[in-house]
């Protein structure tokens, strides 16, 4: 397996400089790499952020070299991102309903108080982590991805969050781990939406260990600036820009390595629909519509969907031996 998580991505993206240079942290953060823990509650500190909620698409222009290699290495995009309000109020998370516009109020009073976040399987060191250990081991860093649903509509989401990789490597995964499962929390009582049969419970997913480990696959645990809110998977949630936005699993409890490529909760519902790799792909059309295009929340008109949703450079190689006319 090409190791490629070693790269020097953190160095190139010191937290200090996007929150710096982005209006909506009044406080400044120690700059360069030594990042201390205390600034880490710092910019996740809501109170001291600028309201930014708005229907605007927020600008980025590329202003300086750095900025221009962290757009060449895929880590953030140079278009709009999406409003906040937008963001945070049309959401696909089915443990509190199925209706788009519904889930932030469904969700307000999700409490996430005492998460931990279970590693464990094919490994060396298994453990949990809570949100702060995970902090610890890697200091928030912020990507800006695509995000693109099956269902053809986008955003440009500002996460915040750290690199799957770093946890792997924490635990060290045995040589014959080939696959990393995950799992949503299961309670009924605080997701009520698992009271239904909309899928069958707890959520999950998976992927294979190379794509875990790659530098562009990352765990969520904020967004524009502030810890994450409940509908979009709070405390922590995966983002894998390159997939379909189902493969981004949302409130995770665990994460499992382990040999055999594990089942998925959207390739059980409807595996005729939903493949286990699910990388987006304007050539190949969902059964029921097309996937040439998509709507890209906030703007008017349609775009041209793009092959891995504009990260083929990034992760092409990953799938040298697939055929990709076939796997959606
Ligand atoms: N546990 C869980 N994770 C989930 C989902 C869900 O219903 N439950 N929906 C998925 C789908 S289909 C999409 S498009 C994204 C939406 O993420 P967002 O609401 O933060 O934009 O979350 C994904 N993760
Ligand atoms: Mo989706």
């Not at 895929?74 to 937008?86: C, I, K, M, Q, Y």
Request: with cysteine; aromatic share 12%; proline share 7%.
């Amino acid at each position: 397996m090409r190791d490629i998580s070693k790269t020097s991505y953190d160095e190139i993206t010191p937290p200090a400089v996007y929150f710096n240079r982005r209006s909506f942290l009044r406080t400044g953060v120690a700059a360069g790499t030594a990042i201390a823990t205390a600034s880490v509650y710092r910019w996740f500190n809501p109170s001291k952020m600028t309201d930014v909620a708005s229907t605007q698409a927020v600008e980025f222009e590329a202003t300086t070299e750095a900025e221009e290699e962290l757009i060449a290495r895929g880590l953030r995009v140079n278009e709009p991102s999406t409003s906040e309000l937008n963001i945070l109020n049309y959401n696909n998370f089915y443990e509190f309903t199925t209706q788009k516009e519904a889930v932030a109020r469904a969700a307000k009073d999700f409490k996430t108080d005492g998460w931990q976040l279970v590693v464990d399987g094919m490994v060396n060191k298994p453990r949990s982590f809570t949100i702060d250990e995970l902090h610890a081991i890697s200091p928030p860093q912020e990507r800006v991805y695509r995000m693109r649903c099956v269902e053809a509509w986008s955003m440009v989401i500002p996460w915040v969050g750290v690199p799957l990789a770093h946890l792997l490597e924490a635990v060290e995964p045995m040589a014959n781990a080939k696959y990393v499962a995950f799992e949503t929390l299961f309670d009924p009582v605080r997701m009520p939406g698992q009271k239904t049969a909309a899928l069958e419970w707890p959520y999950i997913e998976g992927l294979r260990l190379d794509e875990a480990m790659h530098p562009l696959t990352f765990l969520a645990t904020g967004l524009y600036g502030k810890t994450l809110p409940p509908q979009d998977g709070a405390p922590v949630r995966l983002v894998v820009p390159w997939k379909y936005g189902f493969k981004g699993i949302k409130s995770i409890v665990r994460l499992t390595l382990v040999a055999d490529q594990p089942k998925t909760s959207w390739s059980r519902y409807a595996p005729r629909e939903y493949g286990f790799y699910a990388n987006v792909n304007p050539n190949v059309d969902h059964p029921r519509w097309s996937q040439a295009t998509e709507q890209r929340i906030g703007e008017s008109g349609r775009r041209r969907t793009l092959m891995f949703n504009g990260y083929e450079e990034q992760v092409a190689d990953l799938y040298a031996d697939l055929d990709l006319s076939k796997h959606f």
